[in-house]
């Protein structure tokens, strides 16, 4: 099993007087989940976001992966108003069945926030399948002060959105990952589809680039200009964390929510 590098620790930790920084924003989208499909933790996940984006207050944001849009809209509502976000996605042409899937019935990309107010601090780009940097991003680079990335899950795919966005971030700048499942059942299984966690666990080694699990989160956070070893976090292995952090992806309707 691969071994974990990636220390976990809280928020609040990580950015001392985060739990000032209020009022929180998220979307009412996520009522629009079936028990068998809302994650139990994102509700916390999105309210996480929140409050980092509230206390960092980047000018300019960038995500990979837009889908439905709920994480896109959480940027804009709790960023300042005159922040710009960037949000990337595949050309319609190009989308999967996982994609499709995770819209929820709704095809367009980015409907949590079309037709809202703070739709208009949000710009759309796309990309072809397999493409890396597009002119667009290329336009609007080359720095942003916050990247998420949360778009192709496997090794290749991450590992090439990640080298993109460590390439557009100034030593201050915030980057947030999603999706890194570090419980044995997702580790044992092929890179090419599971690749968020022996990825950011090969950056961590490289140590270009600080890495910390946000405790009751699958969100991990890093900073260019953290040093590791000042830097709070405690070190665990894949099991040995009770679920839904440490064993399997726990749904709404698996913890007896009918």
Known sequence: MRPNRIPTASLAELFPGVEDDLPLTVSSYLFKFR?????????????VLA???????PAKLLE???AAGHTTFLLAANSPASAQVFTLDLAPTDRGDYTLQS???DTRIGQCFLGKPEGAKIRQ???AAGER???DLARVGPFFDYIHVDADHGYAGVKADSEVALAMISQDSIVTWHDFYAFPSYVAQPPETRGVY????????EGTIVLRHIAGTFLVVGCKAWRDD???GVLFQPGDVAAPFGAMNVRLAQAGWK
């Open 64 to 66: 990979f992966g837009t």
């Open 198 to 205: 022996p990825y950011l666990n090969e950056l961590a080694q």
């Open 35 to 47: 028990p068998d499909q809302m994650p139990v933790l994102l509700p916390h996940e999105q309210l």
């Open 133 to 135: 940097m597009t002119d």
């Open 103 to 105: 819209m929820l019935g």
């Open 51 to 57: 409050a980092l984006i509230r206390h960092v207050k």
């Open 230 to 232: 000042a830097t709070p």
């Open 125 to 127: 780009l796309f990309r």
